[in-house]
């Protein structure tokens, strides 16, 4: 059985709408995309890159961050990251594309998300490595489908914007097993939620 390990980048209000450019995603007015960017560094760089060239790690998306996705790193041929996302297996929770999809490797998970991805993970031996995907991630939330949250903490507020943890989510105990610092504040905390209790109501 597969484990799900969710990746986001997060400011410490909780924002996690368009962190790496200003026409990320600009819904409801969101005007402070590229938020991410002024916080990179070797160390971070490093983290990420070693999520993405371990052996045996899928990638999951939801379909905006998939289109995103595939829409911009092809493109990127001096970045390191283009050829390690382009020879992941990329599956993709949609109830409106349609194969085939456009980037090399994507599997598409058709209708229910949450069935879908529980039947992913028990016939898959790899690791599951979801990016972005915030209405996935809430949803896979719902349905105690996440074993591991990787949290890259900026320190920043910008007082609006989609956050991973809306009003109305489910409550839980988790268990930090990793903590790095970046050079430039980001911290990057790692949460296990596998066996953690509910928290209380």
């Known amino acids: 059985m597969g484990t799900l390990t969710v990746v986001e980048s997060l400011t410490l209000d909780g924002v996690m709408q368009a962190p790496g450019r200003p ?10 995309g590229g938020w991410a960017q002024p916080y990179s560094d070797h160390i971070m760089v490093e983290i990420m890159g070693k999520r993405m060239s371990a052996r045996d790690v899928s990638l999951l998306f939801g379909r905006r961050t998939y289109e995103d996705f595939a829409g911009f790193w092809p493109k990127q041929t001096g970045s ?35 069935k879908a991805v529980a ?10 490595v979801v990016l972005g ?61 596998a066996g953690c209790e509910p928290a209380a109501r």
Do not use: M
Request: aromatic residues 6%.
């Open 119 to 128: 039947a992913l993970k028990a016939e898959t031996a790899d690791d599951l």
């Open 80 to 114: 390191p990251f283009t050829p390690a996302l382009a020879a992941r297996r990329k599956y993709v929770c949609s109830t409106t594309l349609v194969d085939p999809l456009p980037w090399q490797n994507s599997v598409l998970l058709a209708g229910d998300a949450a």
């Open 133 to 193: 995907s915030g209405d996935l991630c809430r949803t896979l939330l719902r349905h105690d489908l996440i074993d591991r949250l990787t949290l890259l903490i900026h320190p920043l507020v910008l007082g609006t914007g989609t956050r991973l943890f809306t009003d109305g989510a489910v409550p839980a105990r988790l268990q930090l097993v990793e903590s790095v610092p970046t050079t430039t504040g980001v911290l990057t905390a790692t949460y296990e939620t």
């Open 23 to 32: 026409d990320e995603d600009t819904r409801d007015g969101f005007e402070r």
